[in-house]
């Protein structure tokens, strides 16, 4: 069974620009969750789709965002980069993302803003 | 606010030992707790679950602990190797969908 894949592995961008990532879940889950990672903030909440809805939502300003597509691949989008956008983004699949489900997680993208 | 507070920040320890890296929540309702572990580059990858009810659980090496009164739990690793060394992130959830809040990890070096 394959794992969560997310592409690309590594970017770097400049300030102002935009940036797409993307994810695959794992065959058969419905729920992506999409967090940021920085040394000093640890592991942050950005939003989670389930069925092509956005179910939950950090608090991130509007600048992130995302889309779930019929096949359950994920994609969030960053506008106007800053330079506090560098951090390493993680998502994660469940099936359901219901409590007790475990959440299985792609290896990041990890983002450089210049 | 919910809360997880995780310490040590960083631990370096000799291979072959055992070491305890402890987790303190307040967060509330309180649905259960996971143990991950991430190395370097890599995404997290759960070791344990716990739930209101169980106060320890065994994964191999790690054994999780939970003190639900107290909010408090821990994770021992016994006899150590060098593929333990990671970071050992701490989730607590409240319940509901993506109800979640994250510690901020210990980093563990296990050296030869």
């Known amino acids: 069974k394959a794992g969560v894949t997310q592409t690309p592995r590594y970017l770097i961008k400049t300030r102002g620009q935009q940036v797409t990532l993307s994810c695959s879940p794992i065959s058969g889950h419905r729920s992506v969750s999409w967090y940021q990672q920085t040394p000093g903030q640890g592991l942050q909440f950005l939003f989670e789709?389930?069925?092509?809805?956005?179910?939950n939502k950090g608090n991130f300003p509007g600048r992130f965002s995302g889309r779930q597509f019929s096949n359950s691949r994920s994609e969030m989008n960053v506008s106007t980069l800053e330079l506090g956008d560098s951090a390493l983004y993680l998502c994660?699949?469940?099936?359901?993302?219901?409590?007790?489900?475990?959440?299985?997680f792609g290896p990041g993208t990890r983002l450089t803003v210049l | 606010k919910n809360q997880v507070e995780q310490s040590p920040q960083s631990l370096i320890i000799l291979e072959g030992k055992n070491c305890t890296l402890q987790c303190n929540y307040t967060v509330s309702p309180f649905s259960n707790l996971r143990w991950y572990k991430q190395d370097t580059g890599r995404g997290p990858v759960s070791l344990t679950i716990m739930t209101f009810s169980e106060n320890t659980k065994s994964n191999g090496r790690y054994t999780a602990t939970l003190d639900a009164d107290t909010k408090q739990s821990s994770l021992h690793i016994t006899a150590s190797q060098l593929s333990d060394s990671a970071s050992y992130i701490c989730?607590?959830?409240?319940?509901?969908?993506?109800?979640?809040?994250f510690g901020t990890g210990t980093k563990l070096q296990v050296i030869p």
């Open positions: 989730v607590v959830r409240s319940g509901g969908y993506q109800k979640v809040t």
């Open positions: 994660a699949s469940t099936k359901d993302g219901g409590p007790g489900d475990e959440q299985f």
């Open positions: 789709y389930f069925s092509e809805t956005q179910r």
